[in-house]
């Protein structure tokens, strides 16, 4: 098993998940809680780092703690780069790759692995006091580092751990490269890497705190057994004052909807305003997402709602709210949103909302105040290639004949089917079209004062429909040609869109000089949260609320929506059907888990308003993510990662019951819906 927690470069502290070696530990004793309070289990700490991490896991579990020493193995001269290791016992593994390329002599490598065997037996000595090492013989044995990069000290470990013969060898750090754990999974009976950043730089970019552990350290932590130690208690009271705190200061919400006074001093004179969700498909986040929208633009002046829509079918929803376009009802104005998962927009709150948003219009014109509805997302290739050649077969003919040229340069991969074209493009089975969705775009940049000055002032808002139309045309061709590069490419390209369209809608509605638009974002957490703050961040992520704290510093404000247990709409698979879902209980360990501990219906808790509300949100936790697929059978693999909660949002609702969104159309699965199982919550 491999426990894990996402061309812009993030802070420098943006991999930092755990404040310190003693963090990482506890957070890895609840990873490895089904191994708790078991007789046949011991857990050793690779000196001198891996001790301060181990001794908290064998507090979490309950178990004995014992060291397990492993020196590296240094090039002569160039001692940073490790050539081998050995371990307490004996054991050696060597690289022959790196003996052969710099040429290491033997008598070389004598004098080395002499040299460390003589500091291998001084701390042997030292750290013990004499005392016999625990005898792993026939029980699992869990040994733990503070990271690992190549895993040379590890293999080694594992070598020499082999011939004592446990009955299982598990490996357990805070962070290592994906490589590194997957080739662990061969070795041994049981992996949990915490976090696996990427790119892999070095084990202390993981830490706040990465101080080197001193011998006297080692020699205390030793002489401290964990097994039945207060740190255990001390463990559950840390749990117990934490959910005090937060409790405290929470405020109650009705289903998730802030008090008019409470959103008020949350929000403040901020011009953005994120709002997030932990699934696509609860019925709470969209119902309290759109009722405090509601409010935000009756009462405080917010002039549009920016969505992780598709552009062009956002926007026919803009067309109806702001009383344009042919559609004659909200339902009609939806069923642009055709590709999966179309239970994103075409459900029953949405509906509700775009009715209300329709009325409210209706109402605020004379004013000059009424709110438009705008879509952020780039998976509208074609559907944004039809639309910019219709604007211009209106305003210019021949400029629409030269877009359809270019253009054409799709027509040779199905017309549904960006990745098909991505993945011909990307490996060269098929032609790429960057450079014609770039010309169509300046092109079209070039003219538009033209067209605004031919057509009237009026058809403003047309122009920037369609530029951003050629926008998403350009990105999206970019974006699927990423997506065989790796995931973290494309999710950057996308979020790195969304806030760049974010950013020209706020121009667009400003164009007036007086800039007083106000932009409330609907998207996913993983979306809305700060990159910087979270385990994805260690991977290289960015997300838009990252780019919005970067770009409207004071400005804007993020706020997360959590659940515990409950219903959700979701597919099996990408492009399947929509389920109703049973939500299994929040995982030990994890945000969720301690609201749901502290026994409201739901509340608001501001993150950084309170110092101890701050610490106590600071510390790395657990945080589920669901999309529009939900895997239960592999939930903590699947939708969990590693969040600093009080850096990654400035609010969070929670919301502890909730049940599954209501599509407009649904099957007999969904109605049936999923049978309620019992489900173990430690996997």
């Given at each position: 098993?491999?426990?894990?927690?996402?061309?812009?470069?993030?802070?420098?502290?943006?991999?930092?998940?755990?404040?310190?070696?003693?963090?990482?530990?506890?957070?890895?004793?609840?990873?490895?809680?089904?191994?708790?309070?078991?007789?046949?289990?011991?857990?050793?700490?690779?000196?001198?780092?891996?001790?301060?991490?181990?001794?908290?896991?064998?507090?979490?579990?309950?178990?004995?703690?014992?060291?397990?020493?492993?020196?590296?193995?240094?090039?002569?001269?160039?001692?940073?780069?490790?050539?081998?290791?050995?371990?307490?016992?004996?054991?050696?593994?060597?690289?022959?790759?790196?003996?052969?390329?710099?040429?290491?002599?033997?008598?070389?490598?004598?004098?080395?692995?002499?040299?460390?065997?003589?500091?291998?037996?001084?701390?042997?000595?030292?750290?013990?006091?004499?005392?016999?090492?625990?005898?792993?013989?026939?029980?699992?044995?869990?040994?733990?580092?503070?990271?690992?990069?190549?895993?040379?000290?590890?293999?080694?470990?594992?070598?020499?751990?082999?011939?004592?013969?446990?009955?299982?060898?598990?490996?357990?750090?805070?962070?290592?490269?994906?490589?590194?754990?997957?080739?662990?999974?061969?070795?041994?009976?049981?992996?949990?890497?915490?976090?696996?950043?990427?790119?892999?730089?070095?084990?202390?970019?993981?830490?706040?705190?990465?101080?080197?552990?001193?011998?006297?350290?080692?020699?205390?932590?030793?002489?401290?057994?964990?097994?039945?130690?207060?740190?255990?208690?001390?463990?559950?009271?840390?749990?117990?004052?934490?959910?005090?705190?937060?409790?405290?200061?929470?405020?109650?919400?009705?289903?998730?909807?802030?008090?008019?006074?409470?959103?008020?001093?949350?929000?403040?004179?901020?011009?953005?305003?994120?709002?997030?969700?932990?699934?696509?498909?609860?019925?709470?986040?969209?119902?309290?997402?759109?009722?405090?929208?509601?409010?935000?633009?009756?009462?405080?002046?917010?002039?549009?709602?920016?969505?992780?829509?598709?552009?062009?079918?956002?926007?026919?929803?803009?067309?109806?709210?702001?009383?344009?376009?042919?559609?004659?009802?909200?339902?009609?104005?939806?069923?642009?949103?055709?590709?999966?998962?179309?239970?994103?927009?075409?459900?029953?709150?949405m509906l509700d909302f775009v009715s209300w948003l329709r009325e409210h219009n209706a109402r605020c014109t004379a004013a000059g105040s009424t709110a438009g509805f705008y879509g952020l997302d780039l998976y509208s290739l074609h559907r944004s290639m039809h639309e910019v050649i219709e604007y211009l077969d209106r305003v210019d003919p021949q400029a629409a004949d030269r877009a359809r040229r270019r253009y054409a340069c799709f027509d040779r991969v199905p017309r549904t089917d960006g990745q098909a074209y991505g993945f011909a493009a990307a490996f060269?089975?098929?032609?790429?079209?960057?450079?014609?969705?770039?010309?169509?775009?300046?092109?079209?940049?070039?003219?538009?004062?033209?067209?605004?000055?031919e057509d009237g002032m009026t058809v403003e808002d047309e122009q920037f429909y369609a530029e951003r139309n050629a926008w998403s045309v350009r990105n999206a061709e970019e974006y699927y040609r990423a997506m065989f590069r790796g995931h973290v490419s494309s999710w950057n390209l996308r979020d790195l869109h969304m806030a760049d369209t974010l950013d020209a809608l706020i121009a667009h509605l400003d164009r007036h000089g007086d800039n007083?638009?106000?932009?409330?974002?609907?998207?996913?957490?993983?979306?809305?949260?700060?990159?910087?703050?979270?385990?994805?961040?260690?991977?290289?992520?960015?997300?838009?609320?990252?780019?919005?704290?970067?770009?409207?510093?004071?400005?804007?404000?993020?706020?997360?929506?959590?659940?515990?247990?409950?219903?959700?709409?979701?597919?099996?698979?990408?492009?399947?059907?929509?389920?109703?879902?049973?939500?299994?209980?929040?995982?030990?360990?994890?945000?969720?888990?301690?609201?749901?501990?502290?026994?409201?219906?739901?509340?608001?808790?501001?993150?950084?308003?309170?110092?101890?509300?701050?610490?106590?949100?600071?510390?790395?936790?657990?945080?589920?993510?669901?999309?529009?697929?939900?895997?239960?059978?592999?939930?903590?693999?699947?939708?969990?990662?590693?969040?600093?909660?009080?850096?990654?949002?400035?609010?969070?609702?929670?919301?502890?019951?909730?049940?599954?969104?209501?599509?407009?159309?649904?099957?007999?699965?969904?109605?049936?819906?999923?049978?309620?199982?019992?489900?173990?919550?430690?996997?």
């Amino acid at each position: 098993m491999i426990t894990t927690g996402a061309t812009h470069v993030l802070k420098n502290e943006s991999g930092r998940v755990f404040q310190n070696r003693r963090e990482a530990g506890q957070v890895l004793g609840e990873l490895l809680s089904a191994y708790r309070d078991k007789d046949d289990v011991v857990v050793l700490g690779l000196a001198r780092g891996g001790v301060p991490v181990a001794w908290e896991v064998a507090a979490a579990l309950g178990v004995p703690l014992d060291t397990f020493i492993v020196r590296k193995l240094g090039v002569p001269g160039r001692e940073e780069f490790a050539m081998g290791a050995l371990a307490s016992g004996g054991s050696i593994v060597l690289n022959d790759d790196i003996l052969r390329e710099l040429d290491i002599s033997p008598e070389e490598l004598q004098n080395v692995v002499e040299r460390e065997a003589r500091e291998l037996e001084r701390r042997e000595s030292a750290y013990r006091g004499g005392r016999e090492p625990i005898d792993v013989t026939g029980k699992t044995t869990i040994v733990v580092d503070d990271g690992l990069a190549t895993g040379a000290s590890m293999f080694a470990v594992i070598d020499a751990l082999q011939q004592q013969d446990p009955a299982q060898i598990v490996v357990a750090v805070p962070a290592a490269p994906e490589s590194t754990c997957r080739e662990l999974q061969t070795m041994v009976d049981d992996v949990v890497c915490a976090t696996m950043p990427f790119p892999f730089r070095a084990v202390g970019e993981s830490f706040w705190d990465f101080r080197q552990v001193t011998d006297d350290e080692v020699r205390t932590l030793l002489r401290t057994s964990p097994a039945g130690h207060s740190a255990t208690t001390t463990r559950a009271q840390q749990f117990v004052h934490t959910t005090e705190t937060v409790s405290r200061a929470s405020r109650n919400t009705a289903a998730g909807i802030p008090h008019r006074d409470d959103l008020r001093d949350l929000v403040g004179d901020a011009r953005i305003v994120l709002i997030g969700e932990s699934s696509h498909g609860t019925h709470e986040f969209y119902a309290a997402r759109a009722e405090i929208t509601r409010t935000l633009v009756e009462e405080m002046g917010f002039t549009a709602v920016a969505a992780e829509a598709d552009w062009p079918d956002a926007y026919r929803v803009n067309r109806y709210v702001q009383h344009q376009g042919t559609d004659t009802s909200a339902e009609e104005s939806l069923r642009g949103f055709e590709r999966f998962p179309a239970w994103m927009w075409r459900n029953t709150v949405m509906l509700d909302f775009v009715s209300w948003l329709r009325e409210h219009n209706a109402r605020c014109t004379a004013a000059g105040s009424t709110a438009g509805f705008y879509g952020l997302d780039l998976y509208s290739l074609h559907r944004s290639m039809h639309e910019v050649i219709e604007y211009l077969d209106r305003v210019d003919p021949q400029a629409a004949d030269r877009a359809r040229r270019r253009y054409a340069c799709f027509d040779r991969v199905p017309r549904t089917d960006g990745q098909a074209y991505g993945f011909a493009a990307a490996f060269g089975a098929g032609e790429s079209c960057e450079t014609e969705v770039v010309d169509q775009l300046m092109e079209l940049q070039r003219h538009s004062i033209d067209y605004i000055r031919e057509d009237g002032m009026t058809v403003e808002d047309e122009q920037f429909y369609a530029e951003r139309n050629a926008w998403s045309v350009r990105n999206a061709e970019e974006y699927y040609r990423a997506m065989f590069r790796g995931h973290v490419s494309s999710w950057n390209l996308r979020d790195l869109h969304m806030a760049d369209t974010l950013d020209a809608l706020i121009a667009h509605l400003d164009r007036h000089g007086d800039n007083s638009s106000r932009v409330v974002v609907w998207a996913h957490n993983s979306h809305v949260g700060d990159a910087h703050a979270t385990e994805a961040g260690a991977h290289g992520e960015l997300t838009l609320g990252y780019l919005v704290r970067e770009r409207h510093p004071e400005r804007c404000r993020l706020i997360g929506l959590t659940t515990h247990h409950g219903t959700v709409t979701a597919a099996s698979k990408w492009g399947g059907i929509a389920e109703r879902k049973v939500v299994r209980p929040a995982l030990s360990g994890s945000v969720e888990e301690l609201f749901h501990e502290v026994g409201k219906e739901s509340f608001l808790i501001r993150t950084t308003d309170d110092d101890a509300v701050a610490d106590a949100l600071r510390i790395a936790r657990l945080e589920r993510a669901i999309g529009v697929i939900y895997l239960p059978e592999t939930e903590r693999r699947s939708h969990y990662f590693h969040t600093r909660l009080a850096d990654q949002f400035d609010a969070v609702i929670h919301i502890d019951d909730t049940r599954a969104l209501e599509p407009l159309e649904y099957s007999s699965v969904w109605v049936d819906g999923e049978r309620p199982e019992t489900y173990p919550t430690a996997l």
